[in-house]
DNA sequence: TTGAAAGCGGTACCAT
DNA sequence: ATGGTACCGCTTTCAA
């Protein structure tokens, strides 16, 4: 009963060879494009594949090879956030075609329990890929131990704290130091915060970045935090801040997705944008685009990233010794219209 | 110079059977949990594995175990579309945790060029995978025939028509009629909709399921088409609507990102929703709640599906002959505020 | 130009 | 309980 579709076993070389009236290593030769070939023996080949059906049988090669073409990219999110950021979708855009262009077949894997933690880790151990590119790595992730004790060539995306490895990222501090100012050179003086995600780097260095432009200035009860960068997240957080500073007139979310929940909450509490508070985001996703009025906000480069994060992995996996430090992605400011 | 950090190489059961002082089929019996190991060599073996560092290689264990205890989950989108669409992340992590339960790897594999699709192919055909999901296939899409050709166990999502294979959906025709019966129940006399992606099942069964709900009062000047579910799709395409008939009462989106659209041009028409027109949406996504007021629409098992595609591949790849016909799940209409 | 044979790192069957 | 050995499918010397 339980026999399963296809029966028939797959094609070898030695099949190949065998049907072609040739040896196995003629057959290899012939496979991988090298010289040495005779006309004869390359057209019964060329026939013989075809009667056969066949097509390689990558565990072989990967064992003789000892490499795979294939780089993984692991997230390690809880669900809702996974589903949100903007971000995850199009670094692995980037990283995909810079891979692809190298011949390289991207593999992404989900870290979304603990369950997976360990899989994942046997994953990498296994040698099922060449190299792996880690997004929104935390401190102390099981992910990280694993990938150095496996020693797999590995680049992060973004910079947790403490970690020796290479690295792609932005200046989420200075890009939102530089934001800030911009909003504060409108006229804005009493400018509340919306932050989240303090235990990521890119959630605490966006609030570093802006205690540092607003200096003396700053003052903690103008900052509401919130775990995750969400919708909702923001719009709860935008009442909370209101209602204990009623006199706002600029709000900084940490993503686009806060912001666009924060504008949403003003409306509702009847404030006008940018008339009576300013708004600015961080991200320049779709997000920007879709509030109205459109949002100001910091560009971040996530496809860029990806594709930055490919090339270093790639030149890892060549043995060329990258640069140890990180790598930084410009992040201009895109002023619209909500500040 | 291009000597690549970990250069010792790795650890083989040959090792640590030579330092344990025993054979490798005894070293391979422990790894496996057999009986017949004593504990004398158990221990042996245990201090050896530390001492030399000693992971599986997993190319070598696929290569003897004929199978790699790994599933690829294919998704076809164009860049934008593969960012916005919220269900392809919901499937993903549904897919993800149920193979995730029966100790299975998902591999995400993304094809976004020309190029993506033979290597995937490839991928596919190197028997990197037991089995793949495939999400948003096209009628006569290469990968589609990829897999017919290697023969590997795949389920579907979504129905391409023609497609002889196991598959999970939903009933996109049913499920749109009954919507629009509630939005007719509720005395609107003039729908229009808002069709897309009409070359996916998704999008030509739900405009299908639109004419069925109408019947003679169908009119295809009240029906706009734009190609992809986006947000700003929608707000063109009912802006265009609107200009046609600008008295229509009622508008079906084909999804909830087009409807969020749809509504930020009404309201920047000046049109109040549900009071001037009423506006259905189909997913149930994120976006359902973050319109205001919020979106009345067909609820998208979306997780759901993900866990029933997995359950299909593995009942395939363990040879049950699952169901030949597809697999529906639920869809019920959720009734919110917007109509 | 080609064939034969030795591995790549495991598993599994066979005696012992 | 354990060691020896054949073999998974392919690449890569080495001789011929």
């Known amino acids: 009963m339980s026999q399963g579709g296809q029966s028939r076993k797959r094609a070898t070389v030695h099949d190949v060879a065998r049907t072609a009236g040739v040896s196995r290593g003629t057959v290899s030769r012939f496979l991988n494009g090298e010289r040495y070939v005779s006309a004869a023996a390359r057209s019964a080949i060329e026939q013989a594949i075809a009667e056969v059906g066949y097509s390689p049988n990558t565990a072989a090669q990967n064992l003789v090879r000892q490499r795979t073409q294939a780089v993984a990219l692991i997230v390690h999110e809880p669900h809702h956030l996974f589903l949100e950021d903007p971000n995850i979708g199009a670094i692995t855009l980037g990283a995909n075609a810079a891979l692809s262009e190298a011949d390289y077949q991207l593999v992404f894997l989900i870290v979304d329990s603990a369950r997976d933690t360990s899989r994942v880790a046997r994953y990498l151990a296994g040698g099922f890929v060449d190299g792996a590119i880690v997004v929104s790595a935390r401190v102390d992730d099981p992910i990280t131990r694993a990938i150095e004790r496996v020693q797999v060539p590995a680049v992060f995306v973004g910079h947790p704290p403490g970690l020796t490895a290479p690295w792609v990222g932005i200046d989420n501090r200075g890009s939102t130091r530089e934001l800030i100012e911009r909003l ?52 709860d957080a935008m009442r909370a801040l209101l209602e204990r500073a ?80 990180g790598v930084l992605l410009d992040t201009p400011v895109v002023w619209r219209d909500s500040a």
Chains 1, 2 share one sequence.
């Open 184 to 235: 504060m050179a409108t006229g804005r003086s009493r400018i509340g915060m919306i932050a989240a995600a303090l235990d990521r780097d890119s959630g605490a260095d966006r609030l570093a970045g802006f205690t540092d432009a607003l200096g003396d200035r700053f003052d903690p009860v103008l900052v509401e935090e919130t775990p995750l960068y969400t919708f909702r997240g923001g719009a």
């Open 246 to 325: 009623p006199d706002l007139d600029g709000v900084f979310a940490a993503s686009d997705s806060l912001a666009a929940g924060a504008m949403q909450a003003l409306q509702d509490m009847g404030r006008r944008v940018p008339e009576d508070i300013g708004v600015v985001g961080f991200d320049d996703s779709a997000w920007a685009h879709r509030t109205s009025p459109a949002l100001s906000t910091v560009h971040q480069p996530a496809r860029g990233l990806g594709e930055a994060a490919a090339a270093a992995v790639l030149a890892a996996i060549a043995g060329e010794d990258g640069p140890t430090s």
